[in-house]
């Protein structure tokens, strides 16, 4: 019997700086089908850093994205991702109260690891282990106004917030499935880089830096005069493969990778140090555009010293959608597609973590 499941067909949507995607993925008896997914350009200065700084031009582009999918996403709940950034989580052992006694002692164990007012954030928590003396709990606080700033542009457009969650979670589930072998994701976008250490099959730390997809276009445009697109181009087409227009663009590039390389360096440093010196990292996967990058994975591996990887997520691909939904585009929509996945993967009971 198949349990009516109002969220059933929930899809995510991931609003980055300069780029709006939707995925729906759908169970079918092949497994998870992508059902639709489509996205849409954002100017530079509408959103920054995920915050909405022109309200009138996202609710636009939102729903463009919705008109062009038109007829293929129904559902009204959508799935929303919260930059790093904007998001604190820690997993914490506590005793194991009784409910009422609970969410007081949550509110108090978030004060002592969040470095920000309780008031400014929704706390959320969820369960994550049990036994009769202590819980596992994974504590998450959101920046509240950004997340009022989502719902009421979602509304705007007569969609329904169910849920939002860090970025990582969404990339994680979307890359890593239920893997438990600690790994740490680097997502190379257009407007930042994120890493997540994965470990235990929980995301245990984040960084975000500002190294980014566009400022490798912007500094190609200007040291060699073209203009952004033919820039784009460039990078495109030469990335940092050093046979490729004899190496001008490598020698270019070359430099500002190096404190992306030192960044990942001391997080896996810190990582080792801090918290679990029996797992050490024992792989590195990319996502995001840059990761898409000529060369890439030659350069880092060599440098880091460790296996690099583009993990492809399995999903089953629809008859129509599938071709489509190439290889190199799911790198782009990994956090739309975890998003997607959250409301395939869990049931409705568990999709909605406890507000304190
Ligand atoms: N083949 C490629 N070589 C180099 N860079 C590429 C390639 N393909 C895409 N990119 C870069 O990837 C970036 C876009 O990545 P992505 O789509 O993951 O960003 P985003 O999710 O919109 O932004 P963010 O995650 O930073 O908010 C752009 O800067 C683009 O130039
Ligand atoms: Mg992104």
Not at 70 to 97: C, H, W, Y
Request: charged share 25%.
């Amino acid at each position: 019997m198949k349990i009516f499941n109002p969220f059933d067909r929930a899809h995510g949507v991931d609003i980055s700086d300069f780029m709006m995607r939707l995925v729906e993925a759908r169970t079918t008896k092949k497994g998870i089908e992508i059902f639709a997914f489509h996205e849409v350009p954002i100017d530079p200065g509408i959103i920054q850093e995920g915050e909405i700084k022109n309200y009138a031009k996202a609710k636009e582009q939102l729903e463009r994205l919705y008109k062009k999918i038109n007829g293929r996403v129904n559902s009204p709940f959508a799935i929303v991702a919260v930059p790093e950034r904007k998001t604190f989580t820690k997993v914490v052992q506590m005793d194991a109260l009784p409910p009422a006694e609970l969410a007081e002692a949550i509110r108090w164990e978030a004060e002592q690891h969040f470095p920000v007012s309780l008031e400014e954030m929704y706390l959320t928590w969820s369960l994550l282990q049990t036994s009769e003396k202590k819980h596992t709990i994974l504590l998450s606080a959101t920046d509240k106004s950004l997340l009022e700033q989502y719902i009421e542009l979602f509304a705007d457009v007569q969609k329904h917030i169910i849920i939002a969650e860090p970025e990582s979670f969404a990339i994680q589930r979307a890359l890593l499935g239920q893997s438990t072998i600690p790994t740490l994701i680097i997502d190379l976008g257009a407007s930042k880089t994120s890493l997540a250490i994965v470990s235990r099959g929980i995301v245990q730390y984040t960084s975000t830096i500002s190294f980014s997809g566009r400022e490798l276009t912007l500094l190609i445009a200007k040291e060699l005069n073209l203009k952004e697109e033919q820039a784009e181009r460039a990078k495109t087409l030469f990335g940092l493969n050093p046979k490729k227009s004899k190496g001008v663009v490598r020698d270019l590039l070359i430099d500002k990778f190096s404190p992306l390389v030192q960044h990942i360096n001391e997080v896996l440093q810190y990582y080792q140090t801090n918290f679990d010196q029996s797992q050490p990292i024992q792989k590195i996967v990319l996502c995001g555009g840059g990761s898409q990058m000529e060369g890439i994975h030659t350069f880092l591996s060599e440098t880091l010293r460790l296996e690099i990887n583009n993990p492809i997520p399995l999903i089953n691909k629809n008859k129509k959608m599938g071709s489509k939904f190439t290889e190199k585009k799911v790198l782009s929509f990994t956090t739309a597609l975890g998003l997607a996945l959250r409301s395939e993967l869990q049931k409705p009971f568990q999709m909605l973590s406890k507000t304190v």
